[in-house]
């Protein structure tokens, strides 16, 4: 039997309230398959399990807020029995029952009214117990946007219930007041992360000047034939220039963590995403520097989208080997990133904006699109002789775009 436990999902997030379960005991689930839906301080995010099992028992009832590492939920290994005692239900742990007890009068009453209204329902209209619906009636809901779980998708009492208990992330922030709490707990939230980052991790800032003029060239050469909406953008030739380039320079992928440093074996770049009402998040691109620039351009894409639209999964959340922040639609020319820990670097980019370069190939001085990369690095695992290069070698990269 092994133990789920709500996991970090990022280095600024110290708890998280779970809104919903996908799963329920008995239910066999394979590894990466959403098994859960929390809401942290700045997304809902879809919780993945990391093995195959069986769910034996489900610990925290929806609503509940828990400190990361707290256990969620036990689940059977594969080939695994079930051992005799009875798994602890919600309910149960809930009441503090130590066996079964005969449900009260409106339970059962509401049982008949689920069969009632699974057996009886027009084709066509939604199944509702006559419970569920007094209830929905009650508290100005509407019943047509309840799911349902009971016997053929009657929607039961608990279901109503459950959608006023539970809101999602989107409707917690539908009123002003609310947008505002939330907000303002995700600025404490960003505030707290950065501040721990600047006062344990010893940053050193590199900068260097990048010429683009071959990478545009070519770039507006790929996407002369590509439809609008499947044009690659800069951003994504610059998220996979880093990614290959780290290939050489492992002390800046990975993680410091335990007062050493593990390498990373992948390249997972966290792309850093302004949110709509304000703030940030970094989640993951995995494996950067092995996916075909299309591919990239449209998983980039929908990065963002879900992200907007807090819809996350937590391996996106938790993976980042490395950040890249990009804001040049700002308009600024350079930025001087803060580490996310445990990560030990940043990548960052400025505008893309002409600029006085010397040819390397002529040697005469023209006005030439160029990009201010800048590297954030944790000096406790690499120096700044070490980092020199890696912008170097991405500088170099970049004149060489076809070779990617």
Not at 70 to 97: F, N, W
Request: aromatic letters at 4%.
């Amino acid at each position: 039997m092994f133990e789920f436990k709500l996991p970090s999902l990022g280095a600024d997030m110290d708890e998280g309230k779970l809104l919903e379960w996908h799963v329920k005991p008995g239910d066999k689930v394979k590894k990466g398959q959403v098994v859960a839906v929390v809401d942290t301080s700045k997304a809902a995010v879809d919780v993945e399990i990391w093995q195959d099992g069986t769910v034996f028992e489900l610990l925290v009832e929806p609503g509940t807020r828990l400190p990361v590492g707290s256990v969620m939920a036990t689940l059977l290994e594969d080939g695994e029995s079930a051992p005799a005692r009875k798994p602890v239900t919600l309910q149960g742990a809930r009441k503090g029952e130590a066996r079964r007890k005969a449900p009260p009068p409106e339970v059962a009453a509401e049982a008949v009214g689920v069969r009632q209204a699974a057996e009886l329902a027009p084709p066509g209209r939604p199944r509702v117990s006559p419970a569920a619906r007094k209830r929905a009636d009650e508290l100005g809901r509407d019943i047509a946007r309840i799911a349902g779980s009971g016997p053929g998708g009657v929607v039961t009492l608990a279901d109503v219930e459950r959608a006023v208990v539970v809101p999602t992330a989107a409707a917690a922030a539908a009123t002003p007041a609310a947008a505002a709490t939330r907000q303002a707990e995700m600025r404490r939230t960003i505030a707290a992360a950065m501040s721990r980052s600047k006062r344990e991790i010893p940053h050193y800032y590199l900068f260097e000047t990048i010429p683009l003029a071959r990478a545009s060239e070519w770039l507006a050469g790929v996407n002369a034939d590509r439809p609008i909406t499947e044009r690659i953008l800069m951003a994504a030739l610059l998220l996979k220039a880093v990614a290959i380039t780290l290939k050489g320079f492992p002390a800046l992928n990975g993680f410091y963590r335990n007062e050493r440093f593990e390498p990373a074996d992948a390249v997972h770049a966290g792309v850093a995403i302004s949110l709509r009402g304000g703030g940030l998040v970094a989640p993951a691109l995995h494996d950067v520097d092995s996916k075909t620039l299309p591919v990239l351009m449209h998983e980039l894409s929908d990065l963002v989208r879900r992200t907007r639209a807090g819809s996350l999964r937590s391996s996106e959340m938790s993976d980042p080997t490395i950040t890249v922040t990009n804001l040049g639609e700002q308009g600024v020319e350079a930025v001087m990133g803060v580490i996310y820990p445990p990560q030990v670097a940043l990548v960052g980019f400025g505008r893309v904006a002409s600029r006085p370069v010397v040819d390397e190939v002529s040697g005469e001085l023209r006005v030439l699109p160029a990009v201010t990369a800048s590297l954030a690095a944790d000096h406790r695992v690499s120096d700044g002789h070490r980092g020199a290069l890696f912008l170097g070698a991405l500088r170099e990269l970049l004149q060489h775009p076809e070779d990617f």
